[in-house]
């Protein structure tokens, strides 16, 4: 018999185990349903791509709401459905990824060496940088902004002192945040 995870009701009824309980949306395209010992279960989203193979996206935890689970689920892996079927990779790309994709298509040499090296300072050492492009929400940037702010502007370089530095300006901020 067929495992349904459409209602909260039959979710809750279900034995917790590893593998997930599968729902098809469509052709070659599954919902999945994790059911856990402890709390709410996690949504996985399966799609069997023209060659065979099979294509995982984690939905995380989704709760009932004024939209069910099931249906908020279902949205979310159609979209990414949608978005395999249009032609976007399914690979993970986080923001580090897309920084040095971004470099790689720098023309100019001066410029990509300096926007390599913005980069290098400001974002791969950053939390921003290991997050996937598709979780990047606002306040992660607006967070990252905070980071820039507290940190020190290199005015020069002296061979006889120290560098010298001081407080970031606002210019500043936008211009290593244009990069």
Do not use: H
Not at 69 to 90: K, N
Not at 112 to 139: C, H, M, N, P, W
Request: overall charge positive; glycine content about 6%.
């Amino acid at each position: 018999m067929a495992t349904d995870i459409r209602t909260k009701t039959q979710r809750r009824d279900l034995a917790p185990r590893r593998e997930p309980y599968w729902a098809r949306i469509r052709d070659g395209c599954y919902l999945g349903y994790r059911a856990l010992a402890s709390g709410a279960g996690t949504w996985i989203a399966r799609y069997r791509n023209s060659e065979g193979g099979q294509l995982y996206r984690s939905l995380g935890s989704i709760l009932d709401g004024k939209v069910s689970a099931f249906d908020q689920a279902a949205r979310l892996a159609a979209e990414w459905f949608d978005s395999i079927d249009a032609g976007v990779s399914p690979a993970v790309t986080t923001v580090q990824q897309a920084c040095e994709a971004y470099v790689s298509n720098i023309g100019d040499e001066k410029k990509k060496a300096e926007t390599q090296s913005r980069l290098r300072r400001l974002v791969y050492g950053d939390a921003i940088a290991k997050i996937e492009l598709s979780k990047l929400k606002a306040r992660d940037v607006k967070a990252w902004r905070k980071r820039l702010e507290a940190t020190e502007a290199l005015v020069g370089r002296s061979k006889t002192r120290r560098n010298a530095t001081r407080e970031r300006s606002d210019a500043t901020i936008n211009r290593d945040m244009t990069c």
